[in-house]
């Protein structure tokens, strides 16, 4: 199966914006449908963004909507999150994770088989 790492996280100021990246390796890239989670601590992992195996239908948690965008890359098996206009809230565990059921955005935790480490984002005030 594939396997996943993420990078891109780190500190920034509330208002700042960071690019997170998802790189896949093992298997192809485009028969996955792609999601990020994020887990803050004391609290469940939540979808924030998914997508089917083009990125051609997403869904993303209603608090971040206009705010990040879910993209992929399949000839680089590549799959990234921009956050713009971070707020403190956003602070979390980065997670992506890839699901089986490529043809469309999984909602679900459930739903995805194959997780990566995760990626720490710290939010400033």
């Known amino acids: 199966q594939v396997q996943l790492v993420e990078s891109g996280g780190g500190l920034v100021q509330a208002g700042g914006s960071l690019r997170l990246s998802c790189t896949a390796s093992?298997?192809?890239?485009?028969?996955?449908?792609m999601g990020w989670f994020r887990q803050a601590p004391g609290k469940e992992r939540k979808l924030v963004a998914a997508?089917?195996?083009?990125?051609?239908?997403?869904d993303y948690l209603d608090s971040v909507k206009g705010r990040f965008t879910i993209a992929r890359d399949n000839a680089k098996n590549t799959m990234w999150l921009q956050m713009n206009n971070l707020k403190r809230e956003d602070a979390a565990v980065y997670y992506c994770?890839?699901?089986?059921?490529?043809?469309?955005?999984?909602?679900?935790?459930?739903?995805?088989?194959?997780w990566g480490q995760g990626t720490q984002v710290t939010v400033s005030s």
């Open positions: 994770a890839a699901s089986p059921f490529a043809d469309r955005a999984i909602l679900s935790a459930a739903g995805y088989t194959v």
């Open positions: 093992g298997r192809t890239f485009s028969n996955y449908a």
């Open positions: 997508c089917d195996w083009n990125c051609n239908n997403n």
